[in-house]
């Protein structure tokens, strides 16, 4: 995986066979533990989505990243997951589509940054998970609205980068308006 420095990209994989990838509330814990070890030294996260067979994560790339060198960070990272998986549904096999991908952004002009930090938080909404984006746990959408204390992703950056609105209301309001489908299909 190529990554070049100070850029915005939307990383993702999904399941072998759409199958899930988070079978308690501990895994989905567990994961976000590895992204903090094995991401941060390499990314901010500016928004994220654990949903049950697929992740999502737009990130911002350290000026002195090595791509090689997160790559193989990622490999280990998703190879030991799926091995503590594996143990624990007592199952063999690939958890993880091969190739996870990571897709530039377009320029800020195009406001396909903010599109994606959108698409991520309403991801459980659509999919039927929860009635508000605000429920889904395993999102950094509660981050934002500062009803987590712990966080992952780097806020201050992200207001920056992608012009997030300054009140949580007109944060929340923008959070909920749909997006158009030739839009979101850019950010794949």
Known sequence: ????P????HLYNR???HERLFYSNDNYIYF???VRKYF???MDILAYCLMPNHFHF???THNDIKSEVFSENLRIMLSSYTRA???QEHRTGSLFQQNSKAKLLPAKDNNYHFICFQYIHQNPLKAGLCRRMEDWEFSSFSEYLGRRSETLCNQALAKQLLDLPHSKKDFYDQSYQVIQEDLRRAIF
Not at 1 to 4: D, E, G, H, R, V
Not at 6 to 9: E, L
């Open 85 to 87: 998986i594996n143990k």
């Open 1 to 4: 995986m190529k990554l070049a």
């Open 58 to 60: 737009l990130i911002n």
């Open 32 to 34: 976000l533990n590895k």
């Open 15 to 17: 399941g072998n066979n």
């Open 40 to 42: 941060l030294s390499h």
């Open 6 to 9: 100070n850029q915005i990209y």
